[in-house]
């Protein structure tokens, strides 16, 4: 029974060998005179310069369009040309003119493994067929060009979005040829990739763009790499009408509970309600468009929290107020309440003062004491109670006066009149608004 289903297999293999050599065969039957000489004895499973060092490979881009920037995905997409020469010595031929092929003929000669290395998502266009261009030179060049569009992975660091540069990198490499079989290079330098100058973004504008060579390390060997830097610059006018805008001037709409009566509590209570609501509802909107994953706080965050701050702020503004309003005393007793106060200042001053001289009348007497020690001497007793009476007036003085400023400082603190709470909170809140603002636009914008 094994040995029917190894003679089938034999048989079939036979069979697609036979059928692979035929198409083969009607296929060099069908080339041009020209064309079948250079196939002949043609072998594409080796390299150009095989066994005698390594074939090199220019490189040109030219960028078709980059369709989206996705800050949630981290990639973008973008449709490219990409153009590759090399020079294989087998397919040089009499002629000072060049060979342009159908693009389906490429199955029949070799050509470089070259593949992007952050792609996620790639595909080769094949409307109304594949799009590939085949051009070989009397000297053995040979142009390949692909229309591929593909989605690349770019790294992006979003701390000072919306007023975020980005860079991003487009990197060729070779597959399974290292250096010792394959060199990249481009072919002009920072010429070699062309396209940028008409290229119109939607939230950025193209700052910079610049090549580079390189190699990549792996295990298995360093392969050639080519890599293309691009730099991007956000368009902040769109979130500057999209979010700076209403945010701020939802914190002005706030302040408007300043000029309303304290006793208007549904009228303020309303305001600061609203616009706590509304800067929640703009919070989670402008956190929609970005990565759910990332920790770092962004330049808008740092705003909107700024602005939520202010709105939440005049609304326990008003709550402070309205406390003070009801446990304020009545007009008759107010004045009684400030004359109470002013004695019983006086008085603590009275008291002070006549502490204070009886220290300082105990002090001097006891230096008159010392001075006429040597002709009379106090008795022991005496100069014992002299000392006792002197210590505790002193302890007693020092206890007083850090009280009367225990006093001053809470008689400031104490609002006497809750009206001015909304005075103060009318120039306190727009001034510190604003040097806010300037910090922070400075900070972003410079740093």
């Not at 342009?100 to 070799?110: A, F, K, M």
């Not at 009367?404 to 909304?422: A, F, G, M, T």
Request: proline share 4%.
């Amino acid at each position: 029974m094994h040995l029917c289903s190894s003679v089938g297999s034999l048989l079939l293999l036979l069979f697609i060998s036979r059928s692979m050599d035929g198409c083969v065969a009607s296929t060099e039957e069908i080339l041009p005179p020209t064309i079948q000489k250079l196939m002949k004895g043609y072998n594409k499973y080796l390299r150009p310069f095989f066994g005698n060092g390594p074939v090199t490979i220019g490189m040109s881009l030219d960028i078709a369009s980059i369709d989206t920037i996705s800050e949630i995905n981290m990639d973008y997409t973008a449709t490219i040309f990409l153009r590759q020469r090399w020079t294989d010595e087998r397919l040089c031929f009499d002629g000072n003119k060049s060979l342009s092929l159908d693009g389906r003929l490429v199955e029949l000669l070799w050509v470089p493994d070259t593949f992007i290395v952050d792609s996620k998502k790639s595909f080769l266009h094949d409307i109304t067929v594949e799009n590939r261009l085949i051009r070989i030179f009397p000297n053995g060049t040979v142009l390949y060009a692909l229309r591929i569009t593909t989605t690349v992975a770019c790294s992006m660091d979003l701390t000072k979005y919306p007023m975020d540069r980005q860079t991003c990198t487009l990197q060729l490499e070779s597959w399974g040829y290292n250096v010792k079989d394959v060199v990249f290079h481009w072919t002009r330098g920072n010429q070699s990739v062309s396209g940028l100058d008409d290229l119109q973004l939607a939230q950025y504008t193209l700052e910079d763009h610049y090549t580079s060579e390189s190699e990549a390390v792996y295990e298995t060997g360093n392969y050639p790499k080519l890599i293309f830097h691009f730099k991007l610059k956000r368009s902040i006018l769109y979130f500057i009408l999209e979010t700076y805008v209403p945010s701020s001037a939802l914190v002005v709409l706030s302040w408007v509970s300043f000029w309303i009566s304290q006793s208007s509590v549904p009228a303020r209570i309303c305001i600061g309600v609203t616009t706590v609501l509304t800067m929640t509802t703009l919070m989670m909107g402008a956190r929609t468009s970005l990565p759910n994953a990332n920790c770092f706080i962004k330049a808008i965050d740092v705003y909107l929290g700024i602005c939520f701050s202010f709105i939440f702020g005049a609304l326990i503004e008003y709550a402070v107020a309205h406390f003070c309003t009801l446990h304020q005393p009545n007009a008759a007793n107010a004045y009684m309440y400030g004359q109470e106060m002013q004695e019983r200042e006086d008085e603590m001053n009275g008291i002070v003062t006549s502490i204070g001289s009886h220290a300082l009348r105990a002090r001097k007497r006891e230096e008159m004491l010392s001075r006429m020690g040597s002709t009379s001497n106090p008795t022991p007793s005496e100069s014992k109670e002299d000392i006792n009476t002197s210590q505790p007036q002193t302890r007693c003085t020092k206890c007083m006066s850090t009280a009367r400023q225990i006093v001053r400082c809470l008689n400031c603190c104490k609002v006497e009149n809750p009206h001015y709470i909304d005075n103060y909170s009318r120039l306190t809140f727009p001034l510190s608004f604003i040097v806010i603002n300037l910090l922070y636009w400075t900070y972003y914008l410079y740093f």
